[in-house]
């Protein structure tokens, strides 16, 4: 790759290079511009990379005046696609950019776009058509859409009505059914042209100083040519939302376009929507709008004055999106959590219904708002309806035949991913009084029924979870008294503890209890007692499927307890309660005062966690020792069992241990950073006189290691268990570097679906503000643990 790396070093110098270089460049290649020779690409390619086009206007005369006549009329005069033709493309696209309003491309604009529509390479006729030939040398569209952007605006805008006659003549070849190799370079100029003038709008009126020349004030856009821009690329965006290679390019066109001029975009959008959710035998239809939907979601609720009607059209959206929620339809039900979710983390769901009467200086719209909003709550209680039938159709025994096994498919598993997001996301933005309406209901579906805990069972404890999360005090005064006394009465038979298989009803309570109990740590501190004997009993249990919960309910308790993270991802600091929620649409969080409310670990949780480890790892890691010596020896199930208690003990508390010690090995790159001054930030104070349990695991794995390599190295099972045990000793601090490396990509994901390009400067919602500030967390957790150790008595 060192190619692309000595151009990207040039591109990124150029702007250094003196005036005077210009000159000297030509000198050199100039003799090389032969139309007859293969050197003419050499030539062109060398000025392409090197010749400069960011210099302040007095020194124009030294940069590009003095190429740029000599090789626009030769680009002007050879016809035949030569392959150098790209490379003067894209300079002067470049140059366009770069000089917005110092280069008299007027005389030029009809032949760029007859010279850009030819270039696309479309079919022409009807009559014994003959597929289109490949192009030998295509334009990049990048660079076109840089071209076409930098032209547009000035006196008359002569560039706009060029790009309104292209637009007119290829609208056809966007429509779903005419469908060729032409189709990808079509969408990708559809998607990058309306992004790159959200760019150049940004560049004119938000963005800071910077090294590019300022746009000359009568060359700027303005909001007629930005209207009129729009409405040249409207109706091909709406042709291309159907489009057969899918809905993401249009959605995106869309997204843009709705920056600049919502009240032109949204409102056709809107109606194919509204049509699309009316139509029962289109189901494409419905994905691709509420796709287009997800993306102008922002512009639509934003309070500003351009579209001040879109927000009245939330609530009938998001009421006509509830039949969606369909069991037979996997893409059109994961469209609309999206679409829900989306939505929801935009609006706060309070019954602002009273208002009008209390406050008298509110405007039609908000008074009309304010009366909408009551109509929430039955919203959020529709949605439960919805989930609860899905769920009664995903059953274990309606989604498998006889041969196949209790694992989740892939398609259940997101199913169950973007129900719990969904669920997580409207009950965070609820009021308390919806809040406490929709727990009630969640809990009573959750107690009348004993769900299997492969699927059905794994989608209702996901729910709860997240019902859990907003408001743990309300909901773990529900939950953990019912799911306690249930698994205490079964478990109190001593004949059933020595079981291979138990009864459903003791599975499904406590794969409940295992994730409503993923709260705020401090919550957990009421129900100490009851935890730590359900966990003691349990653990022991025979049956595997309820030692594998019990050792997940312990690992989440111990998660819960010992972590640092944010407690509430609110639209808006300080709950819903402070002024209008109407008014809280659509608002950006503040960076400088995002008000982030942490669970740090107080002295009670830290005493909690050893305290657990004392009663379920300690025993296991004597029990673990007595089997290598063959004072009390294990079956292999057993030994099994035993490992896997130690590996959830140490994935639960792993932040709260202290690290290996012994002489550090030094980096072979020295830091620049301090590393030891972040542990002072995120690590706990580690107490000398408790037990160092990373020590003792990784004392009680090297003995276990060498018994089973001499006495039963066929035992995979545990083998494949210790490495894992091993690897987390070395290098677990809170999180996994698959997992965090996954939220990361989902991270990017959401912010590129919902960020203002237009505004910049960290225009994110504050809830998506919230999960960087936790990734950046746990990236500085990694880097503070990564130390490695010589010491020969951790050698495994």
Known sequence: SVDHILKALIKSCRLYFPASATKEMLDEWRPLLCVFDVVMQKAVSNMELFLPTIMPPEEHSQGFQLWFDELMNLWMSVQNQPSWEGHLVNLFARLANDNIGYVDWIPYIPTIFTRIL?????????????????????????????????????????????????????????????????????????????ASVVRRVHRERY?????????PDCQRLTDADLQE?????????????????????????????????????????????????????????????????????????????????????????LMGSLPGVDPNDFSKCMITFQFITTFTTLVPLVDCSSAPTQQTDLTEIERDLC?????????????????????????????????????????????????????????????????KVALQKLYNFATSSIFETCVSGRMVADMCKAAAKCHPAESLRLFVPHCCSIIS????????QNDDELDKELLWNLQLLSEVIRVDGEQLLKYQGELERILHVCVSLRCKQAYTLACSLLEHT???????????????????????????????????????????????????????LSLLLHPQLQRIKGHVSGDQPMTREELWQSLVIVQHCLLGAGSMLPPLDGAHVHDLVPSMLNLGEIKLHVGVKYDDSLENYRVSICQTMRLLLHHILEHSEDDTKSLFVIIKVISDLMFFCGTHKKEFDSRWKSFTLVKKSMENR??????????????????????????????????????F
């Not at 967390?777 to 130390?787: L, Y």
């Open 758 to 795: 237009l505004l910049g400067k960290k225009q994110h919602i504050r809830a998506l503000l919230i999960d960087r500030v936790l990734l950046q967390h746990e990236v500085r957790m990694e880097a503070s643990v990564k130390k490695h150790t010589r010491d020969r008595k951790y050698i």
């Open 207 to 215: 963005a800071g100083p910077s090294w590019i020349t300022v746009v």
């Open 371 to 435: 009366f909408a909003s009551a109509g929430f709550e039955d919203f959020v209680l529709q949605f439960l309806d919805r989930c609860f039938a899905l769920i009664d159709s995903s059953t274990l025994e309606q989604t498998r035949d006889e041969t196949e096994t209790d694992t989740q498919t892939h398609l259940e598993s997101l199913v169950e991913l973007g129900l719990s997001s969904t669920i997580s996301t409207i009950l965070t933005q609820c009021s308390t009084e919806i809040y």
């Open 489 to 496: 009465l079964i478990t109190d038979n001593e004949d059933l």
């Open 229 to 317: 821009f729009t409405r040249s690329l409207t109706s091909a965006a709406l042709l291309a939302m159907f489009s057969k290679t899918g809905t993401t390019d249009a959605a995106y066109a869309l997204q843009n376009l709705a920056l600049l001029t919502p009240e032109l975009v949204i409102p056709p959008v809107l109606e194919k929507t509204y049509a699309a959710m009316e139509t029962l035998t289109e189901p494409h239809t419905l994905t691709a709008t509420l796709s287009c939907m997800i993306g102008m979601a922002r512009s639509l609720v934003s309070p500003d004055n351009r579209y001040p009607e879109g927000r009245a059209h939330v609530l009938p959206l």
């Open 118 to 194: 030819r270039n696309l390479n479309l079919p022409v006729g009807v009559r014994q058509m003959v597929a289109p030939r490949y192009l030998i040398n295509p334009y990049d569209i990048g660079y076109l859409v840089l071209w076409i952007t930098a032209l547009l605006g000035g006196p008359g805008n002569a560039a706009q009505k060029e790009l309104t006659c292209l637009f007119s003549s290829i609208a056809s070849f966007y429509h779903p059914s005419n469908h060729g190799r032409w189709q990808t370079r079509l969408m990708r100029l559809l998607q990058r042209l309306p």
């Open 558 to 612: 111990l998660r819960s307890l010992s972590l640092i993270y944010p407690t509430e991802y609110r639209s808006t600091p300080g709950g819903f309660n402070t002024n209008l929620p109407i008014q809280d649409w659509g608002q950006a969080g503040d960076v400088a005062a995002l008000g982030v409310c942490w669970h740090v670990p107080c002295q009670e949780e830290e005493n909690f966690v050893f305290q657990l």
